[in-house]
């Protein structure tokens, strides 16, 4: 199995950007597609983006299209999320979550991290 970890979220303000990172443990990081996922209090989690085992394959949700830029690095057992121009909107927790075959449904997905949180301010 492996663990997740995320960090990086903080406070930023509209139009700013920040680049989270997901910290996975084991030596089996390659084979899993990484997705990163975001929930608002009062709403349900929904999806951001997903990266092939890989990364040579990316899906973005609407959302975030060209804005966001998810990456990793497989050496570093890490995934990226790197957010510019950033809104109001998406002002969530943001967690990063691994899967055999990338998809965009969280249910889907077989391990998850603790979140980090991302408030966006006016």
């Known amino acids: 199995q492996v663990q997740l970890v995320e960090s990086g979220g903080g406070l930023v303000q509209a139009g700013g950007s920040l680049r989270l990172s997901c910290a996975a443990s084991g030596r089996t990081f390659g084979r899993y597609a990484m997705g990163w996922f975001r929930q608002a209090p009062g709403k349900e989690r929904e999806f951001v983006a997903a990266?092939?085992?890989?990364?040579?394959?990316?899906f973005y949700a609407d959302s975030v299209k060209g804005r966001f830029t998810i990456s990793r690095d497989n050496a570093k057992n890490t995934v990226y999320l790197q957010m510019n121009s950033l809104k109001p909107e998406d002002t969530a927790v943001y967690y990063c979550?691994?899967?055999?075959?990338?998809?965009?449904?969280?249910?889907?997905?077989?391990?998850w991290g603790q979140g980090t949180q991302v408030p966006v301010s006016s």
């Open positions: 990266i092939s085992r890989s990364g040579s394959s990316t």
């Open positions: 979550a691994a899967v055999l075959d990338m998809g965009v449904q969280p249910w889907a997905y077989d391990y």
